[in-house]
């Protein structure tokens, strides 16, 4: 059995909270992302949402 650090610990769930900050920041920020793209005339890519 490997002995895992309690720092060690800490930082993979600090990794894992900040994962899904940006993830939710990125959502968020999407609409606009996609309106500035068609401003510019780049059409947004497909998405493809995770269920």
């Excluded at 309690?6 to 990794?15: E, S």
């Amino acid at each position: 059995m490997k002995t895992v650090s309690i720092t060690g610990q800490k930082i993979r769930y600090l990794v894992v909270l900040y994962q899904k900050f940006l993830t939710q920041l990125a959502s968020s920020l999407s609409p606009q992302i996609d309106q500035v793209l068609l401003r510019i005339g780049i059409k947004p890519f497909l998405r493809i949402k995770n269920t």
